[in-house]
């Protein structure tokens, strides 16, 4: 059951170029999305998040665009830096769920010098 | 600035055995979960606990699983009879409020081997 998928198990990007990292999601009663970076041997920090209210979110270098229709989101990332190369989790709540965050498998993002 | 702790970092136990993962929320934090990512695989919810109670469990979590808050500041995630299917990392997370927009800060995991 995916119901939060990332297609696109590795992105490579050249420092300073634009990494667009990809999400979709199956259920419609998801409310808020959020993005986590993962490096080894930690646990996901938070990056980015946005409501279903919302079609945009921006926060400094991050922004994360929802096209609910296409049940669709993404990451830009602008510019790329060689220390954003890790592992970027999309997830999902619902706010009747107990907060409970369904994840996507990750995308692993190396930004060349 | 204040994180999530987890110990031991990695746990090694015989298949059968009981396991006690321990976790330190943030301190101001009321909500907390337990997460798991078996090896190439995705980050799973495993339960949410608020106010001494379990709030959400998924299909995962089932009678081998239990979680507590035994003091004020533990939190714990036992696993009565291990199987080699419960190899994983393991990781907790807490959040100050409820709701997907409180952000749920983790900790850096307890990779459980079972042998």
């Known amino acids: 059951d995916q119901q939060v998928k990332q297609n696109s198990p590795s992105l490579s990007v050249q420092e300073g170029r634009i990494s667009i990292l990809n999400c979709d999601y199956t259920n419609s009663m998801f409310d808020y999305f959020l993005w986590y970076k993962k490096y080894p041997a930690e646990g996901p920090t938070f990056l980015i998040s946005i409501s279903s209210i919302k079609d945009k979110n921006e926060d400094g270098r991050f922004t994360v665009f929802l096209n609910k229709s296409a049940k669709h989101l993404s990451l830009h990332i602008v510019p790329s830096q060689p220390g954003d190369s890790a592992v970027y989790f999309c997830a999902a709540s619902e706010d009747n769920a107990g907060n409970m965050l369904t994840f996507g498998g990750g995308t692993r993002l190396m930004v060349k010098p | 600035e204040p994180e999530v702790t987890q110990t031991p970092s990695h746990q090694v136990t015989q298949m059968g055995q009981e396991v006690i993962l321990r976790c330190v929320p943030i301190s101001n934090h009321l909500y907390f979960y337990w997460y798991r990512q078996i090896l190439g695989q995705k980050v799973e919810f495993l339960v949410s606990f608020y106010n001494n109670e379990i709030s959400e469990k998924s299909e995962i979590f089932d009678d081998q699983f239990s979680v507590e808050r035994p003091d004020g500041s533990n939190f714990t995630l036992k696993i009565r009879s291990t199987k080699l299917e419960d190899s994983a990392m393991y990781f907790c997370?807490?959040?100050?409020?409820?709701?997907?927009?409180?952000?749920?800060?983790f900790g850096p995991g307890t990779r459980l081997t079972v042998l």
């Open positions: 997370a807490s959040s100050e409020g409820a709701g997907g927009y409180n952000e749920q800060f």
